[in-house]
């Protein structure tokens, strides 16, 4: 059974910072030969893109957390990470990691709430 298991949202301050965790268990294959991602949704919208990083440690990220997310990986600990500093308002939704990219391995989500 595969399991994918996000820790680390919160509530923060504008310009405050927050790390995301996300362990998997029971993947079919080898957690190093998944590209990994993170999405996140905010209340009313769809479900965004947020960062990828390959499993060779390639990195893409959506424009509007450039510079301020940084995406990364462990995978002796079969652990994904979204590191966040700067963090605005717009930021605030669930966050969810995906094994794959076209898999259906989520994660169920963590909050992540920016508000002064």
């Known amino acids: 059974q595969v399991q994918l298991v996000e820790t680390g949202g919160g509530s923060v301050q504008p310009g405050g910072s927050l790390s995301l965790s996300c362990t998997a268990s029971?993947?079919?294959?080898?957690?190093?030969?998944?590209?990994m991602n993170w999405y996140r949704q905010a209340p009313g919208k769809q479900r965004e893109f947020v960062a990828r990083?390959?499993?060779?440690?390639?990195?893409k990220y959506i424009d509007s957390v450039k510079g301020r997310f940084t995406i990364s990986r462990d995978n002796y600990q079969n652990s994904l990470y979204l590191h966040m500093d700067t963090l605005k308002p717009e930021d605030t939704a669930i966050y969810y990691c995906?094994?794959?990219?076209?898999?259906?391995?989520w994660g169920q989500g963590t909050q992540v709430t920016v508000s002064s």
């Open positions: 995906r094994a794959g990219d076209s898999t259906n391995y």
């Open positions: 990083i390959s499993r060779d440690g390639l990195k």
């Open positions: 029971g993947l079919p294959l080898s957690f190093s030969t998944y590209a």
